[in-house]
């Protein structure tokens, strides 16, 4: 085993690494190495120390708030292509019990950071292509490993492996990630969920390509949305708009202030029901939309925005969005109603969002009732010692 560069905690620092939590903070550190006199660069494995000089696990360091993200607790085991394509086919072997893919499922995540014990990395697989998105220099270092590692797994069928990081990494490590196939090159770019056929653009897309986080929330959607008026807010790629339709909904309106996202929605819903009439788009900002329309108009509306705070600096004005917002669907929707609200954002606890809710509701002065309390689907699996991992809230409402 190579020996590796050790950085030590300072006293009582190693109580939540003892616990298995997969972060070291730089404030939990004796000091912080430097390349000049530590021969530390960004990215390389490291391991770690309690203050007693115990050696507690290995992982990747980096600069920032969170130092090191920890890859094993096992202070023997060696971290190198083995390891990643043993955690790969452990997180295959979950994907398997979850029954994915499948003949109706080929759009999936396979990797999905702490949850599945690879801090710092995600994929999704659409088909036969596996997007890669790298969130720490030290899995960026890995990815040629990684990708290998993919293509070799059984029965999961991948050929392709597209590297999609540029946005991800954090921009002060100088990396200059290209965004490109690491493995393969381009063989199609349609997927399948629950049977319905979604054009995935991993190329220029947000995230991945398609948010495969809300998939059984889409099919949720579609099981309330039979002889309904349906509102898609802040569409995408109109995921949630083609699950409205395939359930028999009147009609559906799908809004989103990029032209592009549009564009995506429209050809999605042109994949699944050719020549629909019951369908129209709108590339307008969401408040503006919700400002303009009738009270009444629509009995089921999707309110699933970006992250509204992606930082906690950003959290007091995060929340006030999410209550200016509901508060508007609230004044809008029909009697006998159906909300779906959603925040994407990991600051933002499952208290706060609701908290939230209610303040909108309140100020409504409707009667609102809890149908579902949603989340991230199984494949986007939490690990224990990791609750930040749960990053999806949604609730489901009914308003009178």
């Known amino acids: 085993?190579?020996?590796?560069?050790?950085?030590?905690?300072?006293?009582?620092?190693?109580?939540?690494?003892?616990?298995?939590?997969?972060?070291?903070?730089?404030?939990?550190?004796?000091?912080?190495?430097?390349?000049?006199?530590?021969?530390?660069?960004?990215?390389?494995?490291?391991?770690?120390?309690?203050?007693?000089?115990?050696?507690?696990?290995?992982?990747?360091?980096?600069?920032?708030?969170?130092?090191?993200?920890?890859?094993?607790?096992?202070?023997?085991?060696?971290?190198?292509?083995?390891?990643?394509?043993?955690?790969?086919?452990?997180?295959?072997?979950?994907?398997h019990t979850l029954r994915l893919p499948?003949?109706?499922?080929?759009?999936?995540?396979?990797?999905?950071?702490?949850?599945?014990?690879?801090?710092?990395?995600?994929?999704?697989?659409?088909?036969?292509?596996?997007?890669?998105?790298?969130?720490?220099?030290?899995?960026?270092?890995?990815?040629?490993?990684?990708?290998?590692?993919?293509?070799?797994?059984?029965?999961?069928?991948?050929?392709?492996?597209?590297?999609?990081?540029?946005t991800t990494l954090p921009y002060k490590a100088h990396l200059d990630p290209q965004n490109d196939y690491i493995v393969g090159s381009y063989i199609g770019d349609t997927a399948l969920e629950n049977g319905l056929q979604f054009r995935v653009d991993w190329l220029k897309g947000q995230k991945t390509g398609f948010f495969v986080d809300q998939r059984d929330n889409r099919d949720l959607v579609g099981r309330y949305s039979a002889g309904r008026s349906v509102l898609n807010m802040f569409c995408y790629t109109g995921g949630f708009s083609v699950y409205a339709l395939a359930g028999g909904a009147r009609s559906?309106?799908?809004?989103?202030?990029?032209?592009?996202?549009?564009?995506?929605?429209?050809?999605?819903?042109?994949?699944?029901?050719?020549?629909?009439?019951?369908?129209?788009?709108?590339?307008?900002?969401?408040?503006?939309?919700?400002?303009?329309?009738?009270?009444?108009?629509?009995?089921?509306?999707?309110?699933?925005?970006?992250?509204?705070?992606?930082?906690?600096?950003?959290?007091?004005?995060?929340?006030q969005g999410y209550r200016r917002l509901n508060a508007k669907a609230f004044e809008k929707i029909a009697h006998g109603g159906i909300l779906f609200t959603f925040s994407c954002s990991q600051a933002v606890s499952k208290e706060q969002f609701r908290l939230a809710v209610f303040s909108a509701a309140a100020q409504s002065r409707r009667r609102v009732r809890i149908l579902h309390q949603l989340t991230q689907p199984a494949d986007h699996p939490i690990n224990i010692y990791h609750p930040e991992g749960e990053y999806l809230k949604g609730l489901v409402l009914y308003v009178e």
Not at 73 to 80: C, I, S
Not at 156 to 161: C, E, F, H, L, N
Request: proline share 4%.
């Open 252 to 319: 559906v309106v799908s809004v989103d202030s990029s032209a592009k996202a549009i564009s995506l929605t429209d050809a999605n819903v042109e994949l699944n029901f050719p020549g629909c009439d019951i369908h129209k788009s709108f590339a307008v900002d969401a408040f503006k939309y919700l400002d303009s329309m009738e009270s009444g108009e629509h009995d089921l509306i999707i309110l699933d925005p970006p992250a509204f705070a992606k930082h906690r600096s950003a959290l007091h004005n995060a929340l």
């Open 102 to 166: 499948s003949e109706t499922t080929t759009a999936y995540r396979l990797v999905h950071g702490e949850g599945d014990f690879l801090p710092g990395l995600v994929v999704d697989v659409y088909g036969a292509t596996a997007v890669m998105q790298a969130h720490s220099p030290g899995m960026h270092f890995a990815r040629h490993a990684i990708a290998e590692a993919l293509t070799k797994l059984p029965d999961a069928g991948i050929k392709s492996v597209y590297y999609k990081s540029e």
């Open 1 to 95: 085993m190579t020996t590796l560069p050790i950085l030590r905690l300072k006293r009582g620092k190693e109580d939540s690494l003892d616990r298995f939590h997969p972060w070291v903070f730089s404030g939990a550190l004796t000091r912080m190495p430097d390349a000049e006199h530590d021969g530390i660069e960004e990215g390389d494995l490291v391991q770690v120390a309690a203050s007693d000089g115990r050696i507690i696990g290995t992982g990747h360091f980096q600069i920032g708030s969170i130092a090191v993200r920890m890859l094993t607790f096992d202070a023997t085991e060696t971290v190198d292509a083995d390891f990643f394509g043993r955690r790969l086919a452990d997180a295959a072997a979950l994907r």
